[in-house]
């Protein structure tokens, strides 16, 4: 069992930063594939950013460019900075852990965080 705990999110003007973090719990997030999704009001989750044990990672176009997902697995942790944000993407963001890569598209896992809102307004 992991249980994983988002935090970072909050309100930021179009054009600026933030960084997301997931903390897992248990010493075996080392070996799973995790990812961010995001889900805006009234809209489907979706997905956002991957990273494998070793470290090869995927975006969605949307953030591609922009975004830059990462891990740290001494500290059981993955990280999301988000630049350049956008009123667009505002949304709750959550963490993803034990997934998979099929044919170079993430499909999520289980384990699921409660969510960390961000907001984009000015």
């Known amino acids: 069992q992991v249980q994983v705990v988002e935090s970072g999110g909050g309100l930021v003007q179009p054009g600026g930063s933030l960084r997301l973090s997931c903390a897992a719990s248990?010493?075996?997030?080392?070996?799973?594939?995790a990812g961010w999704y995001r889900q805006a009001p009234g809209k489907q989750r979706e997905f956002v950013a991957a990273?494998?044990?070793?470290?090869?990672?995927t975006y969605a176009d949307s953030v591609k460019g922009r975004f830059t997902i990462s891990r740290d697995n001494a500290k059981s942790t993955m990280y999301l900075r988000m630049n350049s944000l956008k009123p667009e993407d505002t949304a709750a963001y959550y963490c993803n852990v034990g997934g998979y890569f099929i044919g170079g598209v993430y499909s999520s896992g289980n384990y699921w965080g409660q969510g960390t809102q961000v907001t984009v307004s000015s």
């Open positions: 990273i494998t044990p070793g470290g090869d990672t």
């Open positions: 248990g010493s075996g997030f080392r070996f799973f594939v």
